[in-house]
């Protein structure tokens, strides 16, 4: 029904993926522009500040969109979609290949990636959302232009790899998917399509 939410986050705008670490009761957002991992206590609210930030030209970050994180192994995986500028100077606008950038999980300030997917052979065209399979190490990215579901071994894969596996074709119903989500219970995965 209409019902009020129980409290509510003033996030940067342009926020675009969430994830939370139960463990530590803290929420991990992406910023699209200027672009930003920030991290809040989970419990934040209005004006609460993030208790830490991921930024900065070292990071890689380009236009951040899709995010996972693995508690297990303190991993975070940032998609993106390779759009890039000093939004303090006009005309320093550059477009970078799409990647998935992967960092400690308590990265903050200007890190540099651990490992960086990139290249021709991973397919990766606007990756939206990002979710784990933890028991199988994989890594499921919805390829929104890509029309395509990749999936990546989360542990090793770097570089121009292809993927361990690709869902696309007409009889998938895959059409610009911009959500993916692991059930580890059933072991499915489900995918949303902007269409």
Do not use: C
């Not at 960092?103 to 021709?120: F, K």
């Not at 696309?168 to 580890?184: E, I, R």
Request: proline share 6%.
């Amino acid at each position: 029904g209409d019902v009020a939410p129980l409290r509510e986050l003033k996030a940067p705008h342009r926020d675009f993926a969430s994830a939370i670490d139960e463990e530590k009761g803290e929420i991990f957002i992406t910023i699209q522009y200027p672009p930003q991992v920030v991290v809040y206590r989970k419990t934040a609210s209005g004006d609460d500040k993030p208790l830490r930030i991921l930024e900065g030209e070292h990071t890689g970050l380009r236009d951040a969109h899709g995010l996972a994180i693995d508690v297990k192994r303190k991993l975070m995986f940032v998609g993106n979609w390779g759009d890039y500028s000093n939004y303090k100077v006009q005309g320093t606008g550059k477009f970078y290949p799409p990647s998935i950038s992967v960092y400690p999980l308590d990265a903050s300030g200007d890190t540099t990636p651990i490992r960086v997917i990139q290249g021709s052979k991973t397919q990766l065209d606007w990756p939206g959302a990002l979710s784990l399979d933890t028991d199988r190490g994989d890594l499921y990215v919805a390829n929104d232009v890509g029309d395509s579901v990749l999936v990546f071994h989360a542990e090793t894969d770097q570089g121009d790899v292809a993927p361990v596996r690709v869902i696309k074709g007409n009889k998938t119903g895959l059409s610009h998917p911009a959500g993916v989500s692991v059930d580890m219970k059933n072991k499915e995965f489900w995918v949303s399509n902007l269409g």
